[in-house]
């Protein structure tokens, strides 16, 4: 089982390749200070989503499984996309 995220479009300058490499280079960290911090997990705290929404294979798995699934994908998505950016 695994998580699909769908492929970036093919850049079509060697600008938007720089543009795009700078864009996930400021998505990995986003500095917060602690009370925006506490700020954010307060609201993701308050988040529920209804029994419906949930597909049957995630009532199957622990958080810590699914945690761990979504990191690697992540982790997975970005070398590939680094890979694309730095070309042949």
Known sequence: MGLHLPEAPPSESEDE???????LRSRASIPMDEDHVELVKRTMASVALPALVV?????????????????????????NTLTQLSGP
């Not at 499984?65 to 982790?75: F, I, R, S, Y």
Request: hydrophobic fraction near 30%.
């Open 17 to 23: 390749e720089e543009e795009g490499a700078s864009a």
């Open 55 to 79: 597909p049957p294979w995630a009532k199957e798995i622990s958080e810590d499984q699914w945690k761990d699934m979504v990191e690697n994908t992540l982790q997975s998505h970005q070398r």
